[in-house]
Nanobody, 127 residues
Framework: QVQLDESGGGLQQAGGSLRLSCAASGGTFSRYIMGWFRQGPGTERTFVAA????????YYANSVKGRFTISRDNTKNTVYLQMNSLQAEDAALYYC????????????????????WGQGTQVTLSS
């Protein structure tokens, strides 16, 4: 059983940056593909970014490509999401999740492929 704990959300101005962190415990972190998803009010949970077990492969939603960077530190059991050039549409509850499966597309973009989820951290944008 893996427990995931996100942090780093908050209020930021449009054009600003935030760095989200997700600390894992209770399992072998390096065994999991890690992903970030987000969910706005009244919307479905959507894929943001994923990173392979070693960190050598990453994949992004088109909406965040070039602005967001996912990374991981397996020595710290932590995955990060650096978010730059924030836009109003980035406001959402951000979740990290752990996927024990294979690195496939669109598999890694699919919420049902992830077995473990955090509680989320809220990102709010001000104009």
């Amino acid at each position: 059983q893996v427990q995931l704990d996100e942090s780093g959300g908050g209020l930021q101005q449009a054009g600003g940056s935030l760095r989200l962190s997700c600390a894992a415990s209770g399992g072998t972190f390096s065994r999991y593909i890690m992903g970030w998803f987000r969910q706005g009010p009244g919307t479905e949970r959507t894929f943001v970014a994923a990173i392979s077990r070693s960190g050598s492969n990453t994949y992004y939603a088109n909406s965040v490509k070039g602005r967001f960077t996912i990374s991981r530190d397996n020595t710290k059991n932590t995955v990060y999401l650096q978010m730059n050039s924030l836009q109003a549409e980035d406001a959402a509850l951000y979740y990290c999740a752990a996927n024990p499966g294979r690195w496939t597309i669109p598999g890694i973009t699919t919420p049902t492929e992830y077995d473990y989820w955090g509680q989320g951290t809220q990102v709010t944008l001000s104009s």
